[in-house]
């Protein structure tokens, strides 16, 4: 059976610390793995990543995959009380044309 | 503005009440899907589909129902809610097909069934 496997599960960290957030996954077929943050409504979109080894980053967010160990990593450097989400991770199989599995989400505090 | 749009946003109903929640995307997307997320067991999907007339069931569809008439819509049924649905649900849709591309979210509909 497909899945997506998040750790921590939950977090709790001071502004300026660096976080990393893991995610794992087995699914039949890979296509993509995205992140979604999610504060107090709708999960919003950070990144997808296709390729093994291309880092995408956007400000103090990035996140890079590795399709030989079957994960990918979130990291979130000199974190911001903003920071403070849930943020999820989840994965497209190929034959699915469209779903994505999700995973249960890592809860990050940051404490001012 | 690309979005899409779910109503209600909250609604706390009595057991055996059907209910309707709407969801309605401006985007063109083929594929919609819906899923409810519960503490400490994460999105969960209830149904999806992948266009007009395709609807397929997720890993929890018990005790719901969809349908897809139209290409924008694609409204969630509870024919007859109980407590155990008592939850926070979310209409998702995408360009779907041989491309992936990342869902857009509603904004949520925060369902109590009492």
């Known amino acids: 059976e497909d899945k997506v496997v998040q750790s921590p599960l939950s977090l709790v960290v001071h502004e300026g610390d660096t976080v990393t957030l893991n995610c794992s996954y087995e699914?039949?077929?890979?296509?993509?793995l995205l992140w979604y943050k999610q504060e107090k409504k709708a999960p919003t979109f950070l990144f997808m990543l296709?390729?093994?080894?291309i880092e995408k980053k956007s400000g103090r967010l990035s996140s890079i995959l590795d399709k030989k160990e079957l994960s990918s990593i979130l990291n979130i450097t000199a974190t911001q009380t903003g920071d403070s989400a849930i943020y999820l991770c989840?994965?497209?199989?190929?034959?699915?044309?469209?779903?994505?599995?999700f995973g249960k989400g890592t809860k990050l505090s940051v404490k001012p | 503005e690309a979005q899409v749009t779910q109503n209600p946003r909250y609604l706390i109903t009595v057991t055996g009440k059907k209910l309707t929640v709407t969801c309605s995307q401006n985007?063109?997307?083929?594929?919609m899907s819906w899923y409810r997320q519960d503490p400490g067991l994460g999105l969960r999907q209830i149904y999806y589909?992948?266009?007009?007339?395709?609807?397929d069931k997720g890993d929890v569809p018990e005790g719901y129902k969809v349908s897809r008439k139209e290409k924008r819509n694609f409204p969630l049924i509870l024919e007859s809610p109980s407590p155990n649905q008592t939850s926070l649900y979310f209409c998702?849709?995408?360009?779907?097909?041989?491309?992936?591309?990342?869902?857009?979210f509603g904004s949520g509909t925060r369902l109590t069934v009492v």
């Open positions: 989840a994965v497209g199989d190929r034959g699915s044309q469209g779903n994505l599995i």
């Open positions: 589909s992948m266009n007009v007339e395709v609807t």
């Open positions: 699914v039949t077929n890979f296509r993509s």
């Open positions: 998702a849709s995408s360009l779907g097909g041989r491309s992936h591309y990342g869902y857009t």
């Open positions: 296709t390729s093994s080894g």
């Open positions: 985007m063109n997307h083929e594929y």
